[in-house]
């Protein structure tokens, strides 16, 4: 069973530019979360993708937004960066899109704007 | 709106010593509610749920709707048990979870 991966791991971009997350989700799981984490904080819910639908979304603006392919892998695409976008961003997959499954986390992509 | 509180950054005990990891919460209906565990290295990862009413690595949890609290506990930690923990809360018939800022929780030997 393959767990949930995460590219790139790092990545430096400068403000106004425009970055895509890629995340993919463990064997047999539809549905994936992104969060973001900015140092020394929880993870914050930005969207959820179920079977290639947004299903739920965060208090983030719409410059933030998301894809999931049929193969439930899933992008994370932030436009017009801003210095506060700098931070961990997670991705999670679970069986189904109820707020009760377990998610599985990835280890994060590490985002740094300049 | 939902809000979770975890007063304390960091905790530190000596090995064998009682854990309790403070969690509060705030929202007006009937939430879920969980722990997360990342050990160093590691990624973020359940450790447990209030409605399974488990005990996992010697930690429990109990759900207190009358102070809205949902402590972690552990009567003796173990150097193992080192690592940064967030309590979890979804309101009811959502999706979007609410995290704490997390403690770090450091076990002396």
């Known amino acids: 069973e393959t767990g949930v991966t995460q590219s790139p791991t790092h990545l430096i971009k400068t403000r106004g530019q425009q970055v895509t997350l890629r995340c993919s989700s463990q064997?047999?799981?539809?549905?994936v979360s992104w969060y973001q984490q900015a140092l020394g904080q929880g993870p914050q819910f930005i969207f959820q993708?179920?079977?290639?639908?947004?299903?739920g979304r965060g208090n983030f603006p719409p410059r933030f937004s998301g894809l999931q392919f049929p193969n439930y892998s899933s992008e994370l695409n932030v436009n017009a960066l801003e210095l506060d976008d700098s931070a961990l961003y997670l991705c999670?997959?679970?069986?189904?899109?109820?707020?009760?499954?377990?998610?599985?986390f990835g280890p994060g992509t590490r985002l740094l704007v300049l | 709106a939902q809000r979770v509180t975890q007063p304390e950054k960091l905790l530190s005990v000596f090995k064998g010593a009682p854990v309790e990891l403070k969690c509060n919460y705030s929202y007006s209906g009937s939430p879920e509610l969980f722990w997360y565990v990342q050990y160093s290295r590691q990624r973020l990862q359940l450790l447990l749920r209030?409605?399974s009413r488990e005990s996992i690595k010697g930690f429990t949890a109990d759900l207190n709707k009358g102070e809205t609290s949902f402590h972690l506990k552990k009567p003796f930690a173990q150097e193992e048990d080192s690592a940064m923990y967030y309590c979890?809360?979804?309101?009811?018939?959502?999706?979007?979870?609410?995290f704490g800022r997390g403690t770090s929780l450091i076990v002396h030997p």
């Open positions: 993708y179920y079977r290639e639908e947004e299903n």
């Open positions: 209030h409605i």
């Open positions: 999670a997959s679970s069986l189904a899109g109820g707020p009760g499954e377990t998610q599985y």
């Open positions: 979890a809360l979804i309101g009811g018939g959502s999706y979007i979870p609410t």
């Open positions: 064997s047999g799981h539809n549905t």
